[in-house]
């Protein structure tokens, strides 16, 4: 019998197949990056903004702690980084294939839902005054008290983007969803107790949090801006890694769906794979899983060979 084991799927041979597999996901994926770039050309609603309004949204523009640049360095980049280093390691494309595509919808589709928020909300951010009135001197509607803006185009639009924060639900898109890859693959909730996996884990969050606080520290939104933000990224991430993989408390929490799946037709034509031999490097569940597999096939046919001898006995009682 063939022997399925890590390190036997790597790129090199598995690699285009599954691409090819799913390709109908990349290419909606790329329908959603396109959806993102027109929500950002887009001019936003701009929500009315008064005379008694200007006493909130008073507070200096300042730069971005964290640049808008940086963001997809942060959400994207640095969780590809570690699956790269995940895969060298176990040599597994299906795990680095739905890994980078799980986290890349992750955050795409975060941003595409917080841009249409952000353009349908038009609420003004925290340094919109100065937006308004870079040089200080307000204008206002005698009748209704609407601010009469004498700003710069872009910066009036972009004052209008405080709900959600953007840099919020990206990084607690992509951090978030590196934190439940993270809990799978050294299998936090195994029942042994050690709280160092927990503070690892805890880590790509506490980085989305510290971009999220920076948001309002300098003065782009409001708190209310960052923590949905939050929460609308955090949300996605858990929706699209349960969609790839089992949760972190499953016995098979290590690694993906099509894993299994692989390994299942690869049963059913005929190669059950060895183990009570298994290869050095292999995950222990998983070969606990094809022992499990082996004994349930063995079992079926030592039934079924018995109600075969029964029938024959029964049928030579029949015939005397």
């Known amino acids: 019998m063939a022997e399925v084991q890590l390190g036997s799927h790597t790129v090199q041979s598995h690699g285009m197949k ?69 895969y ?46 870079p040089d200080g001197k307000e204008d206002y509607d005698n009748f209704t008290t609407s601010v009469i803006c004498h700003g710069g185009k872009s910066e009036i639009n972009e004052g209008h983007k405080s709900f959600p924060s953007g840099h919020a639900s990206w990084c607690f898109a992509g951090l978030g969803f590196l ?15 050690h709280v160092a996996k927990l503070c690892l884990v805890a880590l790509p969050l506490l980085a989305a949090s510290l971009v999220a606080i920076s948001r309002v520290d300098d003065y782009w939104h409001h708190w209310q801006d960052v923590v949905v933000g939050g929460l609308i990224g955090l949300v996605v991430a858990s929706f699209c890694y349960l969609q790839f993989f089992p949760p972190p408390y499953d016995a098979n929490g290590w690694g993906p769906h099509a894993y299994f799946q692989m390994l299942a037709e690869t049963q059913s034509d005929g190669q059950v794979p060895n183990a009570a031999n298994p290869p050095a490097g292999s995950e222990p569940a998983a070969y606990a899983a094809y022992s499990e597999l082996q004994d349930v096939v063995g079992t079926r046919a030592s039934d079924l060979s018995r109600d075969i001898e029964e029938g024959r006995k029964n049928f030579s009682r029949a015939a005397c």
Do not use: Q
């Open 18 to 86: 599954v691409a090819t597999f799913h390709i109908h996901d990349w290419m909606i994926l790329l329908l959603l990056i396109a959806i993102e770039v027109v929500l950002n050309v887009i001019e936003p609603f701009h929500r009315f903004v008064g005379r008694d309004m200007m006493a909130d949204l008073r507070y200096p523009v300042k730069r971005n702690t964290v640049p808008v640049w940086a963001v997809p360095m942060i959400a994207i980049l640095l969780p590809i980084v570690i699956y790269c280093a995940v």
């Open 179 to 193: 934190s439940w890859y993270l809990a799978g693959k050294m299998r936090v909730f195994d029942g042994r107790g």
């Open 88 to 133: 060298f390691r176990r040599r597994d494309a299906y795990d680095f294939h739905h890994a980078i595509l799980g986290l890349l919808y992750s955050v795409f589709i975060t941003a595409v839902i917080t841009d249409v928020i952000k353009d349908a909300v038009g609420r003004p951010r925290p340094d919109f005054f100065w937006r308004c009135f």
